[in-house]
Nanobody, 121 residues
């Protein structure tokens, strides 16, 4: 089994910054992709940013220039640096991974438990 554990959420004023961290643990053979989604109250979960194993990244349009995703392969971890936060960024942020475990030859999607970011005006 695989666990994704996030940290770094909190309450911040508009214009501020936060850094989210997510560490994957368990019977990991390799990681195809890791990234972040978010879900605001009353809205569907949406992609924020994903970093693929080849090094390419996918960002949502609303975060370009403000959010940066990075990864530490040695630690099976992914990070999200969030700058210039807006009140509309308030949401639960979920870590996401497509991970190949030692007992499989294909990737499976895993989710963290989520970390809350609240941006005040």
């Amino acid at each position: 089994q695989v666990q994704l554990v996030e940290s770094g959420g909190g309450l911040v004023q508009a214009g501020g910054s936060l850094r989210l961290s997510c560490a994957a643990s368990g019977s990991i053979s390799s990681i195809n992709a890791m990234g972040w989604y978010r879900q605001a109250p009353g809205k569907q979960r949406e992609l924020v940013a994903v970093l693929h194993s080849g090094g390419s990244t996918t960002y949502a349009d609303f975060v370009v220039g403000r959010f940066t995703i990075t990864r530490d392969n040695a630690k099976n971890s992914v990070y999200l640096q969030i700058n210039s936060l807006k009140t509309e960024d308030t949401a639960v942020y979920y870590c996401y991974g497509v991970i190949i475990t030692t007992d499989r030859s294909y990737g499976t999607s895993y989710w963290g438990q989520g970390t809350q970011i609240t941006v005040s005006s």
